[in-house]
């Protein structure tokens, strides 16, 4: 059962699977001020931020984007309300839960990263369970970033591969560029082509920062719980005018 796409009002998109992003990373932002804006407590925007995770994933599989990571709560984040953390454990249980059935019949492989060490026991459980029952789907991958920090990434990166050389496993000249792609919680996926933040804010807040040395960055004022299927298409293809150039030059 395939979802439709507004894909009428977007003429100039494409979907040529070489001028797609082969991975989208999204820092989901502005659920509190969605929330304020209309008079209501902050989870209540988180609790409809959980509705475009669902058609923004459903969005991305039908297009045929192979990785998406969506960025869903920070190493920061700890330092929230105890009341505002717990209801967001609480949701992505719920979130996990609910969706495992759509995800395996989408063929919806889920990965967690951060230190999921951190989650409340019965979260972990369910994530662990969830990322097993689906690891052999092959249609779509989605990497939920919970309790993810980039420095900390970066930091258990530079700790695994100390070890490797402390071992006697690889030598310092053989720590190059990929070593490191290696020991990032994100070995499994290429580096993301296009980075969405909502909600107005230019800023990183600690997302990938190794992996997002060629991304390119696409910032929108619409609230996360306001982000759907229309302002994903809005920014592939904004992302599809853009001319990457690695640091080289465009002949002609
Ligand atoms: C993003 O929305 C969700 C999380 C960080 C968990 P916020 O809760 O940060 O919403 P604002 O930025 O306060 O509006
Ligand atoms: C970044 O949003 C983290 C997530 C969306 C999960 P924050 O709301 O935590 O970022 P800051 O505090 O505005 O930088
Ligand atoms: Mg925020």
Redesign the pocket.
């Known amino acids: 059962m395939a979802i439709s796409l507004p894909l009428n009002d977007f003429p100039q998109l494409s979907r040529d699977p070489a001028r797609l992003p082969r991975h989208v990373a999204i820092v ?7 929330a ?1 804006r209309r008079g209501l407590g ?1 989870n209540e ?2 609790r409809r ?1 959980k509705d475009s995770v669902r058609a923004v994933v459903e969005a991305a599989r039908e297009l045929g984007i192979p990785y998406l990571t969506l960025f ?3 190493a920061e ?1 700890w330092a929230r309300p105890s009341t ?1 953390v717990d209801f ?1 454990m609480r949701l992505f249980h719920r979130y996990l839960l609910t969706e495992s059935k759509r995800l395996m019949k989408r063929g919806i492989r889920i990965l967690a990263l951060g230190d999921t060490e951190r989650l409340p026991p019965r979260l972990r459980h369910v994530l662990a369970e969830t990322v097993e029952a689906t690891r052999d789907n092959r249609d779509m991958t989605v990497a939920l970033a919970l309790s993810y920090g980039g420095r900390q990434d970066v930091v258990s990166a530079v700790r695994k591969i100390a070890s490797a050389v402390v071992a006697g496993e690889i030598s310092t000249d053989q720590i190059d560029s990929a070593a490191v792609e290696r020991a990032l919680t994100t070995a499994a996926m290429p580096d993301p082509d296009l980075l969405i933040r909502t ?1 107005g ?1 230019l800023r990183i807040s600690n997302f990938f920062l190794f992996q997002l040395a060629y991304t390119e960055l696409y910032f929108t004022d619409t ?2 719980p306001d982000f759907r299927e229309r302002e994903l298409l809005s920014a592939i293809a904004a992302f599809q005018m853009r001319e990457r150039r690695f640091g080289g030059v465009t002949p002609g």
């Not at 989901?28 to 969605?34: A, E, L, Q």
């Open positions: 989901m932002d502005g659920n509190g001020r969605w304020r902050r925007g988180h931020g869903a709560f920070s984040n505002e967001l909600s804010e609230l996360w």
